[in-house]
């Protein structure tokens, strides 16, 4: 009786073995024909070359449009890329450009105007269109010093039709911004490189270093814009042999242009140092109030200008 018991159990426990042993199914294989294993494999590398693609965009000069301008990163645009923006790119902030372009950029720090900086010298939008085109209001609302920074101009010279030139409002609050260094391969450079149909008022420059070939103080090619009240200390190299002290050398259409109520304290180290050769030298193109009445007083090279009123033509 006991080993028909034990028989009983053996029987039972095989059968439940087996039944579970069945419960797992195989999958079937699929066996693909020459065809359909060649279709499979163009597929794939059609996804490895849009993968590849799609990477190279990411690391190479990303065109900026209207459409993609606040998707790609700064250091992903051509000129986020070059050289002059090397020292400064890494400040950029697109949320606060994003926020400001629309309303007022109120630079409070050295981020703020790297940001104004690469906003005007990369935002696709026409500065001399009669519809729809690029104007903005600056408010400097602190003092800021970019001592130990190579910085770029705003606005940058040298486009057709001033398509990257600074076009708007700087009202600077009488701050100050110190230690601005400016060294590039580029033509015209100044604080602002290129300024078309703006207004700038306030604005002081203190120990500023300026160079490259036809490089001006607060700007390096101005069109229909008006200073008030700018005051500039520092020093200006100017590669050409004229050697004289711009505020500004190349000037389109001078009788709309106004400099008004506006000091420089400069240092030429080309060592020019009487007023003759400066006014006697214009630039090019004959712009006649593209330099200043200045004076030498001491004869070292640091010019002086004081004036209550300077106007064009």
Do not use: Q
Request: with cysteine; hydrophobic share 35%.
């Amino acid at each position: 009786m006991k080993d028909l018991k034990v028989l009983c159990t053996l029987v039972a426990a095989t059968m439940l073995l087996g039944a579970c042993g069945n419960t797992k199914e195989t999958a079937p294989t699929t066996i693909l024909t020459p065809a359909e294993t060649e279709a499979s494999r163009e597929e794939i590398t059609e996804e490895t070359e849009e993968t590849s693609e799609t990477t190279e965009e990411l690391t190479g000069p990303v065109d900026l449009t209207l459409d993609n301008y606040f998707d790609i990163a700064p250091e992903l645009s051509e000129w986020g890329m070059s050289d002059e923006a090397a020292d400064i790119i890494s400040l950029v902030d697109m949320d606060y450009i994003e926020s400001s372009c629309e309303d007022v950029f109120y630079i409070e720090d050295v981020s703020d105007l790297a940001s104004l900086t690469y906003f005007v010298n990369t935002y696709p939008l026409s500065r001399t269109s009669d519809d729809d085109h690029f104007f903005i209001n600056v408010d400097l609302m602190a003092d800021i010093d970019l001592s130990g920074y190579s910085w770029a101009p705003m606005g940058l010279p040298g486009t057709p039709d001033h398509d990257l030139a600074f076009a708007g409002i700087f009202i600077g609050n009488g701050h100050t911004i110190t230690g601005l260094t400016i060294d590039n391969d580029r033509e015209d450079n100044g604080f602002f490189g290129d300024i078309y149909n703006a207004t700038v008022c306030g604005l002081y420059l203190e120990d500023i270093s300026v160079s490259g070939m036809g490089s001006g103080v607060f700007a390096g090619h101005i069109e229909d814009v008006r200073f008030f009240d700018c005051r500039a200390t520092g020093t200006l190299t100017d590669s050409m042999d004229i050697g004289s002290l711009w505020i500004f050398p190349m000037i389109d259409n001078e009788a709309d242009s106004r400099f008004i109520s506006c000091s420089l304290d400069i240092t030429n180290s080309e060592g020019y140092a009487t007023t003759e050769e400066i006014t006697e030298n214009p630039y090019a193109d004959g712009a006649s109030n593209s330099v200043l009445d200045t004076f030498d007083p001491d004869g070292d090279g640091v010019f002086e200008y004081e004036a209550d009123y300077f106007e064009g033509n």
